[in-house]
């Protein structure tokens, strides 16, 4: 046998090892690799009634959804095929233009942005990925005193009281 197909025979493994590894590293970080993922409907968009980048795509393990319409509330995890800025651009835009306000961007490895439209809030959160790609985390529900409290730990039916949830010593 030549040496040259020798060579191929033991650096074809190799290559398709790399690509392997590059695709994992791509999918890996949100464990999309082992989720379908399937792209939004228009179905799907008219149940969701919030602004979402075209061609994104959802990761359907990930995602849930309750009610449809202006009673949508659930968590989409997208996928989308342009960059972080380009999406976090789209949403401060779209959601103004869709009626929400935006109360909050922090902006760090990810960006979050919070919003809120009479009794609803939205979160959103934007991941920046390999090749100029990103994916966020949309959350959206019903923005009420009890839920708030809820998330604070706070029984509304107790009443006012006079304690602090802790002390610092």
């Not at 075209?54 to 990930?62: L, P, R, W």
């Not at 809030?121 to 009420?144: H, L, M, Q």
Request: glycine share 6%; charged share 25%; net charge negative.
């Amino acid at each position: 046998m030549s040496k040259s197909k020798i060579l191929i025979a033991l650096l074809a493994p190799l290559v398709f090892a790399s690509c392997a590894t590059i695709n994992g590293m791509m999918y890996s970080e949100d464990g999309e690799d082992v989720s379908e993922i399937k792209d939004i409907s228009v179905s799907k968009r008219l149940q969701i009634s919030i602004p979402i980048p075209d061609n994104s795509k959802y990761i359907t393990d990930k995602t849930i959804i309750f009610g449809e319409g202006e009673r949508f509330t659930g968590v989409l995890y997208l996928l989308h095929d342009i960059s972080a800025d380009e999406v976090v651009e789209f949403y401060r835009v779209s959601m103004r233009d869709d009626g929400w306000s935006e109360i909050a961007i922090v902006r760090s490895d990810f960006v979050l942005m919070n919003f809120d439209k009479e009794d609803r809030f939205a979160t959103i959160k934007v991941n920046r990925k390999v090749f100029d790609n990103s994916s966020s985390e949309v959350t959206v529900g019903p923005k009420t005193g009890t839920t708030i409290n809820r998330s604070l730990n706070i029984d509304s039916n107790k009443g006012s009281s006079n304690e602090q949830p802790f002390t610092i010593q």
